[in-house]
């Protein structure tokens, strides 16, 4: 028996909102912090004839790891060090502070501090693109329950256009699209992310999952 259209918009809408901010970070969230480590080591090493420099990587990684470390295990009280690390940090801890705060704070059940952290990252000129555009999607996707899905839409395209995230924005887009009564984009989208030779496996599954469900209730 087909299910009903309704119904599964609302387990699409729902297990974007609470599963997808997890199943990023579960994915991305050790590669993006080593990736900052790399970063900032390569940095380092590349300017090590600049003294000053050194000094202030040598800062920020002290800085940083006391965040963490004299916190205790309590995630508000990580979360709000390292929202002090990211604005005097540079380099490539400034990104990864501001992201590891945005996690903690979710953690302590503080959402609005979570997304003013993601924000403050996204909307960092000079912060890289990588750590810029991962910090946007997640602000999307912890917005995803709130937002009108126009807006989610129009954010969530130019994401989906190109760059490392945009096989995960194109998935969050086709949701944003079902919810604004859009299903034959959305299937449009979701049929184009199965067949993409380059999208992930696991998302090309979910992909093919989705469009099996849309189908048959159609």
């Known amino acids: 028996?087909?299910?009903d259209p309704d119904a599964f918009i609302r387990e699409v809408d729902e297990e974007l909102r609470q599963d997808r901010a997890t199943a990023l970070w579960q994915r991305y969230g050790?590669?993006?912090i080593a990736a900052a480590v790399a970063l900032v080591v390569g940095t380092a090493g590349w300017v090590g004839w600049h003294n000053l420099e050194e000094r202030r990587q040598a800062s920020d990684a002290l800085a940083f790891d006391a965040a963490l470390t004299e916190a205790g295990g309590d995630a508000a009280t990580a979360a709000t060090a390292l929202d002090e690390v990211a604005a005097d940090a540079h380099g490539g801890y400034d990104a990864v502070a501001r992201l590891t705060a945005a996690q903690l704070?979710?953690?302590?059940?503080?959402?609005?501090?979570?997304?003013?952290?993601?924000?403050?990252?996204?909307?960092?000129g000079s912060a890289p693109d990588l750590y810029r555009e991962l910090a946007q999607l997640l602000d999307i996707l912890a917005r995803m329950d709130t937002e009108a899905p126009d807006t989610l839409i129009a954010e969530l395209r130019p994401l989906g256009a190109v760059g490392p995230w945009r096989f995960t924005a194109r998935e969050l887009l086709a949701g944003a699209l079902l919810r604004a009564g859009d299903r034959d984009e959305a299937l449009e989208m979701l049929r184009d992310l199965e067949t993409?030779?380059?999208?992930?496996?696991p998302l090309r599954i979910r992909a093919r999952e989705l469009v099996a469900a849309l189908d048959g209730d159609g």
């Not at 704070?105 to 960092?124: F, I, K, M, R, Y």
């Not at 993409?196 to 496996?201: C, F, G, S, V, Y």
């Open 30 to 32: 050790t590669y993006i």
């Open 196 to 201: 993409d030779p380059e999208a992930p496996q």
């Open 105 to 124: 704070h979710e953690a302590a059940g503080s959402p609005d501090a979570a997304v003013a952290s993601l924000q403050a990252l996204a909307g960092d």
């Open 1 to 3: 028996m087909a299910q």
